[in-house]
């Protein structure tokens, strides 16, 4: 016990909250994001039956048009991040999806998964993709591949994870000049960095200063079925009312919600 | 129960053991050896280098590990000492520039993230607190190649079952996990994962 007691013990690290406020009114649909996320997380491009369903996008951009009306909204969906009740992670029976205590990003193991897919079924967003295929890239293609992240096998679930590698990155940044702790911006998820409008605002939601926080308590901004109670850490804002209409009822009110099976 | 039968189940008891204990790691590992010959304990002690003589940071925090051949060079273009493994090592690598392919004791699986600053720099930890006494080996052993996973046996450990397991001796996820909770460091999977 003696030997125990010299251990030294650090500090205890800083607690985060990583979340994104994506503005709508921004988004040009031009799919960016979508292209930077593949190329950051060694998303090959699948076979020629990868559809829509099969094939594997992290993030998607989804168009969405009001009722009797020519107003168009791009709507960009990856994995909402959910903080309060996260329902990928309760019917996981395999442990493998975990929301981490310190930055708040879910995440999936997918050397733990075994492919049942009940977290795509609890995913109230869809944000999860299976791997129908075995990853492979065309010749000469893999010496792009990110050395961060490690491909992912046929039979299991990939959602995004906020570009882990990135958070590794910076770290390790951080660490060569002997800081624990990261400076606000020093880590940025691949579609942040790629949006053409920088329609999306990353950042510390557990830091009330920080520009996300600001942007996330604000009237405009929104979160994807709020009354889940999920509590997303992705936000949304936009100033036309009818997408904030939109989101609010979610489809349709929860008292009118069909439910089958 | 008869006296016969107690010894009959005892005897393929022990069998079943030492087939497991024994005979099984010798036949699960392919030993492989290095491709030049290379004494830490001559370079930290008669030369009085250090570990980040060779074995140094890269600016952006991650770390280079095994030297290229050019750290090598500025001491190496002509024979230092006297031995035949140096005499080798000049005539088959330096001579017609060729990088040395190394094998790494310490290679972890490829989803496996570890970042030596954040150990090193902002943790304080010695490279011997999880690598051992390498800097006092006077040669370098063979590399155990784990026939189905590819994996170094240094990664488990030499000692099969563990017992008496001392910091230095195997890099498993639990070993990591074991020092983590005894320093109270969080992490979630993606922390060590990728």
Known sequence: ?261 | MNLRSVFSFLAGLAGMLALGWLVFPAVLYERIPQPAQFSHQVHTGEAGMSCSDCHAFRDDGSFAGIPRLETCLPCHTEPAGETPQEKHFIEAFVTPHREVPWLVYSRQPDNVRFSHARHVKVGEMACEDCHGAVGESARLKDFQRNRISGYSRDIWGPRMLRIGWKPGEGMKMSDCEDCHRQRSVVAGCLGCHK
């Not at chain 1, 699948?46 to 009001?66: C, H, Q, S, W, Y």
């Not at chain 1, 609890?122 to 961060?148: H, K, S, V």
């Not at chain 1, 691949?190 to 926080?213: H, M, N, R, W, Y």
């Open chain 1, 1 to 261: 016990m003696a030997a125990q007691a010299k251990i030294p013990t650090p500090p205890p690290q800083k607690q985060r909250r990583y979340g994104m406020v994506i503005d709508l009114d921004r988004c040009t649909g031009c799919g960016a994001c979508m292209t930077a996320c593949a190329v950051e997380n060694n998303v090959p491009s699948g076979p020629p039956e990868a559809d829509e369903r099969k094939g594997i996008n992290l993030m998607r951009v989804f168009t969405v048009r009001e009722r009797n009306s020519r107003r168009t909204a791009f709507i960009p969906i990856l994995c909402m991040q959910c903080g309060d009740r996260t329902p990928c992670e309760t019917v996981c029976p395999q442990q493998a999806v975990e929301v981490d205590p310190l930055t708040g990003i879910v995440e999936q193991m997918p050397q733990r998964c075994l492919g049942c897919r009940y977290c795509m079924a609890a995913c109230p967003y869809q944000a999860r993709t299976f791997n129908w295929w075995d990853p492979a890239w065309p010749a000469g293609m893999e010496t792009t591949l990110n050395p961060g992240v490690a491909p992912r096998m046929r039979g299991v679930v990939e959602k995004c994870d906020l570009c882990h590698s990135r958070l590794h990155a910076a770290e390790d940044r951080a660490a060569a000049e002997g800081r624990r702790d990261l400076n606000p911006g020093e880590y940025v998820p691949a579609c942040v960095e790629a949006c053409p409008t920088q329609a999306i605002v990353f950042g510390d939601l557990a830091d009330k200063a920080s520009e996300v926080s600001r942007l996330a308590a604000q009237p405009e901004s929104f979160r994807w079925l709020e009354r889940l109670g999920t509590g997303p850490k992705v936000y949304y804002r936009t100033r036309r009312r009818w997408v904030r209409d939109l989101a609010r009822q979610g489809g349709a009110a929860p008292n009118q919600e069909v439910t089958r099976g």
